[in-house]
């Protein structure tokens, strides 16, 4: 079983994420996480989303992804 710290898991990764967001398919880019995930980007307070810059939860994730989807039409 790879190691999710292993090069080739992280590339793969990374393309699916940027396959995702250019497919502008809200479900195909939170499928890549899990329902407890968190992230943290300078862009979230920018967005008006919690100015700690840190999201907890898919439901967070998906208002943001969804505002930021709408922001980047093409």
């Not at 939170?30 to 008006?48: H, Q």
Request: contains cysteine; glycine residues 6%.
């Amino acid at each position: 079983m790879a190691q999710h710290h292993e090069p080739a898991f992280c590339a793969d990764l990374g393309k699916q994420w940027i396959d995702a967001w250019n497919s502008h398919d809200l479900e195909r880019i939170l499928a890549l996480y899990s329902d407890d995930a968190e992230m943290t980007s300078d862009k979230i307070p920018l967005l008006g989303f919690d100015p700690t810059g840190t999201l907890h939860g898919k439901d967070r994730l998906r208002a943001y992804w969804s505002a930021a989807l709408t922001r980047v039409p093409d």
